[in-house]
């Protein structure tokens, strides 16, 4: 059953209950959305998702422990990567595209490496490897913005995944009234639990470690990697060191944008992953 972008449905997988929201043109590999750090399905933009929707079946859903889905937050990426690899397959799901944003991207990789045959092709978006630069930590400027305080709450996620320039902070303001279109069964907030057990994860993740970057090799899917050119939550140069040591992959820098390029540049995103989807 294919459901509206309106709903949030639950499976059960696991012993856990996965809310999730399933649209688009059916038909084809279904694409798999992973949400960035501390987000909801309802951080999507919908000029993202419905501009993908409109040429391939899209899921969203909430992973264990995130907003309407019950569960824990494992502390690792893998159990993250465990969990959505069994939502997926509750699903009846033989093979997907995935799409991993920030922490999602994180949790993509480590589902790809687990789980190959589940996975056709891979989109990482503003992300980076195990350890990777500066993921060993929060960064100083990630810290400093989820510390600020800000008049109004989504204020935090201009500053999150826009630039300081003006054209990037123009762009912020404009999602910023996308982000609320949906005003009826939106996605609660995620609980104080979530922030502590995705930053164990990411700091798990991004910990030294001898040839750090030699897993990635075993990624051989299709892969595309985008951020904007000055990410200053996951730096942009994990970036390139995704794409320079996944042997299938390619990457696009938008020009004047940070972490959230995705939503600064909405239709030249799914313009993008669209003809990478579509090859």
Same mark, same amino acid.
């Not at 799901?93 to 995935?98: F, G, I, N």
């Given at each position: ?11 059960d ?18 694409l ?13 933009d919908?000029?993202?998702?419905d501009?993908l929707?409109?040429t391939?079946?899209?899921i ?9 889905s019950?569960?824990?937050v494992?502390?690792?990426? *893998?159990g993250?990567? %465990?969990?959505? !690899?069994a @939502?997926? =397959?509750?699903?009846? /799901?033989?093979q997907?595209?995935l799409l ?12 790809t490496?687990?789980?190959p045959?589940l ?9 980076g ?6 993921m060993a930590t ?9 510390a600020a305080?800000?008049?109004e709450?989504d204020?935090?996620?201009?500053h999150?995944h826009f630039?300081a320039? *003006?054209?990037?902070? %123009?762009?912020? !303001?404009? @999602?910023? =009234?996308r982000?609320? /279109? ?12 979530v922030?502590p057990?995705q ?18 090799n ?15 939550i996951?730096y942009?140069?994990n970036s ?15 020009p004047?944008?940070?972490?959230? !390029?995705?939503y600064q540049?909405p239709?030249r ?10 090859e």
């Amino acid at each position: 059953m294919i459901h509206a972008h309106q709903t949030a449905p639950f499976v059960d997988a696991a012993g856990i209950r996965f809310a999730y929201r399933r649209f688009g043109k059916s038909g084809g590999v279904p694409l798999v959305l992973f949400m960035h750090f501390t987000g909801t399905m309802d951080h999507w933009d919908p000029l993202v998702t419905d501009g993908l929707a409109a040429t391939r079946e899209v899921i969203l859903f909430n992973n264990a422990g995130i907003s309407s889905s019950s569960g824990e937050v494992p502390t690792t990426i *893998e159990g993250m990567a %465990a969990d959505a !690899a069994a @939502f997926i =397959k509750d699903l009846g /799901l033989k093979q997907v595209d995935l799409l991993g944003f920030s922490i999602g991207g994180t949790v993509t990789q480590a589902l790809t490496l687990a789980e190959p045959e589940l996975v056709r092709r891979l989109v990482l978006v503003g992300t980076g490897p195990r350890s990777g630069e500066g993921m060993a930590t929060l960064t100083p400027e990630t810290q400093r913005i989820f510390a600020a305080s800000y008049a109004e709450p989504d204020l935090l996620w201009q500053h999150v995944h826009f630039d300081a320039s *003006e054209t990037s902070q %123009a762009a912020g !303001a404009a @999602f910023l =009234k996308r982000f609320r /279109l949906r005003h009826e069964n939106r996605d609660p907030e995620v609980n104080e639990k979530v922030a502590p057990a995705q930053i164990e994860a990411l700091s798990r993740w991004g910990a030294s470690r001898e040839k750090p970057y030699q897993y990635l090799n075993a990624i051989q899917q299709p892969t595309l990697v985008i951020n904007g050119d000055h990410d200053v939550i996951i730096y942009t140069i994990n970036s390139y060191i995704l794409q320079q040591n996944i042997p299938n992959a390619q990457l696009i820098i938008y020009p004047d944008a940070g972490h959230g !390029a995705l939503y600064q540049y909405p239709e030249r995103f799914v313009r993008h992953v669209s003809m990478f989807l579509s090859e």
